[in-house]
């Protein structure tokens, strides 16, 4: 499988969309040391539609499922999402606190939105992710280890694994040796 090469200029991927969410905030002390990998799929299950990205931007519409319903009013953003074909989006400049990771620890440090990068693969806990996924974040990874020295490999971590009992994400579909391995 071919290498992707990705930029970061002024804090945002060269070649992601970008669309500005409001859930966003100053980080505390501008660290960023720590990334985090979720998954996300709207309506639960279902991949495209937009539907992340309006909740992100405060514009999921209540009415149109009756999951939306359920979620009304929440507040969340992520600084990147890698839809099923690999696409990119970028929701948060990542020198800002994007609110992705809510209750979380990492290390016995708690808040972990203070200092980390999340970003939301486009999927379930269960279904398996696709090749262009693996490849885009392996590639979004890469640039972030070079952009940001104090983020490291070992500080690469779930979101299930910063907040054990409340989140499930990525899930036991996520190949963590396949990701691993695809950093070089």
């Given at each position: 499988m071919?290498?992707?090469d990705?930029?970061?200029?002024?804090?945002?991927?060269?070649?992601?969309?970008?669309?500005?969410s409001?859930?966003?905030?100053e980080?505390p002390?501008?660290?960023?040391?720590?990334?985090?990998?979720h998954?996300?799929?709207?309506?639960?299950?279902?991949?495209?539609?937009?539907?992340?990205?309006?909740?992100?931007?405060?514009?999921?519409?209540?009415?149109?499922?009756?999951?939306?319903?359920?979620?009304?009013g929440?507040?969340?953003?992520?600084?990147?999402?890698?839809?099923?074909?690999?696409?990119m989006?970028?929701?948060?400049?990542?020198?800002?606190?994007?609110?992705?990771?809510?209750?979380?620890?990492?290390?016995?440090?708690?808040?972990?939105?203070?200092?980390?990068i999340?970003v939301?693969?486009?999927?379930?806990?269960?279904?398996?992710?696709?090749?262009?996924?693996?490849?885009?974040l392996a590639?979004?990874?890469?640039?972030?280890?070079?952009?940001?020295?104090?983020?490291?490999?070992?500080?690469?971590?779930g979101?299930?694994?910063?907040?054990?009992?409340?989140?499930?994400?990525?899930g036991?579909?996520?190949?963590?040796?396949?990701?691993?391995?695809?950093?070089?």
């Open positions: 071919k290498s992707i990705l930029d970061i200029i002024e804090h945002r991927l060269t070649a992601a969309e970008f669309i500005p409001p859930n966003c905030n980080r002390d501008g660290e960023v040391s720590l990334l985090v990998i998954n996300i799929s709207l309506p639960p299950g279902r991949f495209g539609g937009g539907h992340i990205a309006e909740l992100f931007t405060n514009r999921l519409n209540p009415d149109a499922h009756p999951y939306f319903a359920e979620i009304q929440l507040e969340v953003s992520a600084h990147v999402l890698i839809a099923r074909d690999g696409s989006t970028q929701f948060v400049p990542f020198d800002r606190r994007a609110w992705h990771a809510g209750r979380s620890c990492f290390q016995e440090r708690e808040a972990c939105n203070d200092f980390s999340g939301e693969l486009e999927g379930t806990d269960e279904l398996p992710y696709t090749d262009m996924q693996y490849q885009t590639a979004v990874t890469r640039a972030l280890l070079k952009s940001y020295p104090d983020l490291k490999t070992e500080r690469i971590t979101h299930s694994d910063i907040a054990p009992g409340r989140k499930t994400d990525p036991p579909a996520f190949d963590w040796k396949r990701y691993q391995r695809s950093l070089g």
